[in-house]
């Protein structure tokens, strides 16, 4: 046994009829007379391994038929092809050890309540359910770093302590910094703009924190967001890419998470229909569905789920939102020449009431009107000098935009909430475990 030949559950399918040692969990089990089935998972998958009375020690029989559940044990024992297992393999065990022994486990095989679960959310990452996620997560945020290094784009990394707000005053995290105040940043778009100014096409990738007083099945207090950002770039170049950027993950998820997709019984064909072109809407054209369906909305108020859920229903794939009245949105944006109450800014809605998972646009590059906008939005000038000096230094027009993580895992694992889309998330009312 302690010379024996470690392979993972995931690639058992190279050793037919060898001699293996498996190390994990046991997940599950059910014995009958001369018989026990093990259930053991790793991490990779999950396998049966069988003990037999008449293969194994009097001890080792023993054992197995008193495991309990999530202790940790090494299995021993021979690859076999079965073609009623999910993998197409089981173990016929020679040998086992039962490493450290479990205790009760909370989690059982049952219906457990959605608290509860978080409450052990340390546990609760076991299950084959949330591995799927977060394999999907996984390729995401791959074929994210992936999209962009293939074409052209510089990573840079945006700071997490920062002097002043982003994306509005409401939501910040303030913190100390020795004798200064600090906020936890909400979105690394300014520092884009700095980078972009000096290498053309970048993005930054990592956490952002939004003091979210509202617990809505779509927000999170600490979540991850991509941000590209490109210098000489409009509005319609800025669609251009977010369109191609969001096909090319939702089809990479497709094509390498397929098995995943089917665990959480996620309806793949909606996914594979998810191919460009988008439909592109106008805010106004948005607001004229909205009163169609009934809704009560006046024009120049932001969307929240419940609207983009109902516009969302008119379209098989992402809607493109672009256009919002300058006064819902953030000071950067840049106003439309040809009507300066409208931003040149673009939301993408998920299909299937998802949500928005981007947000972006096309930035103010004229000093002098984003002067006005730092002081019409009461945000302290002082802040946003160095800001201010990237328009006053071969100012260019320039966009970019920033997905969601969370949301588009939720989106492509068909998640009703995205709590379950992070390992350990952050909400209002969470912060443990
Ligand atoms: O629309 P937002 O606020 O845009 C920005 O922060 C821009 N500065 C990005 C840019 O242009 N570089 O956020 C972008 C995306 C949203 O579309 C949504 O997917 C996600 O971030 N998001 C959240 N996800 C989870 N929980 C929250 N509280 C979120 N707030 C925004
Ligand atoms: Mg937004």
Redesign the pocket.
């Known amino acids: 046994m302690s010379d024996c030949k470690h392979i993972y559950i995931s690639k058992i399918g190279g050793h037919e009829g060898e001699d293996i040692c498996l190390k994990g969990w046991l997940y599950g089990k059910r014995s009958s007379g001369k018989l026990h089935f093990l259930q053991v998972r790793d991490g990779t998958g999950i396998i049966q391994a069988v003990v037999f009375k008449g293969d194994v020690s009097e001890e080792v029989f023993a054992t197995a038929g008193k495991i309990s559940q999530e202790s940790s044990i090494e299995v021993y024992g021979t690859v076999k092809e079965d073609k009623r297992s999910h993998i197409g393999y089981e173990i016929a065990v020679k040998d086992l050890k039962l490493v450290s022994e479990a205790s009760e486990y909370p989690i059982t095989h049952k219906e457990h309540g959605v608290a509860f679960l978080l409450e052990n959310r340390h546990l609760w990452l076991r299950s084959p359910k949330q591995l799927a996620i977060l394999k999907i997560r996984h390729q995401i945020i791959k074929s994210v770093r992936d999209y962009f290094n293939n074409n052209d784009f510089l990573l840079v990394d945006a700071p997490i302590f920062t002097p002043a707000a982003?994306?509005g005053t409401t939501n910040l995290f303030e913190t100390e910094y020795f004798d200064e105040k600090a906020y936890l940043t909400?979105?690394g778009?300014l520092y884009?703009e700095a980078a972009a100014m000096a290498f053309g096409k970048v993005y930054c990738f990592g956490p952002v924190f939004?003091a979210?007083k509202s617990k809505t099945r779509?927000?999170?207090?600490e979540?991850w967001?991509v941000?590209p950002?490109m210098a000489y770039y409009d509005l319609k170049m800025d669609m251009d890419l977010a369109e191609d950027f969001i096909e090319y993950i939702v089809q990479s998820v497709v094509k390498h998470n397929r098995k995943d997709l089917e665990l959480l019984e996620r309806d793949i064909s909606k996914l594979e229909n998810i191919k460009k072109p988008f439909p592109r809407i106008t805010y106004d054209e948005a607001i004229e569905i909205l009163k169609q369906k009934g809704k009560e909305i006046e024009w120049g108020e932001d969307f929240g789920g419940d609207e983009e859920t109902a516009i969302s229903e008119n379209f098989d794939r992402p809607v493109m939102i672009h256009r919002y009245p300058t006064k819902c949105k953030?000071f950067y944006m840049k106003q439309d020449p040809e009507n300066q109450d409208l931003a040149l800014c673009v939301?993408v809605i998920a299909p299937e009431g998802y949500g928005?998972?981007?947000?972006?646009?096309q930035r103010e590059d004229d000093c002098d009107a984003l002067l006005e906008k730092i002081k019409e939005h009461n945000l302290p000038q002082e802040a946003f000098e160095w800001y201010l000096d990237l328009r006053k230094y071969g100012s260019v027009p320039h966009a970019?935009?920033?997905?969601?993580i969370?949301?588009t895992v939720a989106w492509l694992c068909g998640l009703h909430h995205?709590r379950e889309t992070i390992p350990f998330p952050r909400m209002m009312e969470r912060i443990r475990p």
Not at 218 to 221: N, S, Y
Not at 356 to 361: K, L, P, Q, R, S
Not at 400 to 404: C, E, K, N, S, V
């Open positions: 982003c994306e909400q979105s778009q884009m939004r979210e779509r927000h999170l207090t979540f967001m941000e950002e953030a939301d928005e998972v981007i947000g972006g646009g970019g935009f920033g997905l969601g969370e949301r995205v």
